[in-house]
């Protein structure tokens, strides 16, 4: 079957840096995507990796390794607004995206 | 407008009712899909259209129905509503379909069926 595993909840203090992981199981692989969504708010793309390694783009990186599927993704210099849901979303075979259920971040100052 | 809007915002409906939740995009994308939102779960796709005239089911597509008979819009109708049904429904579309492409989100439609 297809499935996606991400933590469901993790702490992090404004300033620091934070690391969310995601690992994926689906038919056939073309990409995965990061989406951030604010509570009552609509999902918003963050990024899209489909070669291994690390895409960097300001403060937010997201990292992919296709063997063992698996992404993180890395936020630096944390701030009060990065205090969201971050959903991981592999696309399969078919070009459907497959979702996790989503990492609630809460940023302490 | 620019993007997608949804329509109601939010709705409470009795169980039994016919409702359709309305989606249109101006941005003239091919791809449409409904996702439904559910604490705990990831989004779940219901249906998707890849093109004007063309619609596919997606995970969860029983009690639902969609139509596309132009690029723009996209409504989602649930004949005969059920508790189950309660949940944060959300749009979206994409440049292209059958590739990698973005999909962006409407703002939702919070639906409580009683």
């Known amino acids: 079957g297809q499935n996606i595993d991400q933590p469901t909840e993790m702490t992090a203090t404004e300033g620091a840096i934070v690391q969310i992981n995601c690992t994926y199981q689906?038919?056939?692989?073309?990409?995965l995507f990061w989406y951030q969504q604010h509570a009552g708010e609509a999902p918003t793309f963050l990024s899209y990796?489909?070669l291994d390694g690390l895409e960097e783009k300001g403060r937010f990186s997201s990292f992919l390794s296709r063997s063992k599927g698996y992404s993180y993704l890395l936020l630096k210099e944390l701030q009060m607004k990065d205090s969201a849901s971050y959903l991981c979303?592999?696309?399969?075979?078919?070009?459907?995206?497959?979702w996790g259920a989503g990492t609630k971040l809460i940023i302490k100052p | 407008i620019a993007g997608i809007t949804q329509a109601p915002t939010s709705q409470i409906l009795a169980a039994g009712r016919r409702m359709t939740l309305r989606c249109t995009q101006d941005?003239?994308?091919?791809?449409m899909y409904w996702y439904r939102q559910d604490l705990g779960l990831g989004l779940r796709l219901i249906h998707y259209s890849n093109t004007a005239g063309t619609t596919g089911k997606g995970e969860v597509p029983d009690g639902y129905s969609v139509s596309r008979a132009n690029t723009d819009d996209f409504p989602l109708t649930l004949a005969s509503a059920v508790p189950s049904q309660t949940s944060v429904y959300f749009c979206a579309s994409s440049p292209g379909s059958q590739v990698a492409d973005t999909q962006y989100f409407g703002p939702g439609t919070r639906l409580t069926v009683l």
């Open positions: 941005m003239r994308h091919n791809a």
């Open positions: 979303a592999a696309m399969d075979s078919n070009y459907q995206l497959i």
């Open positions: 689906t038919s056939g692989f073309n990409g």
């Open positions: 990796n489909v």
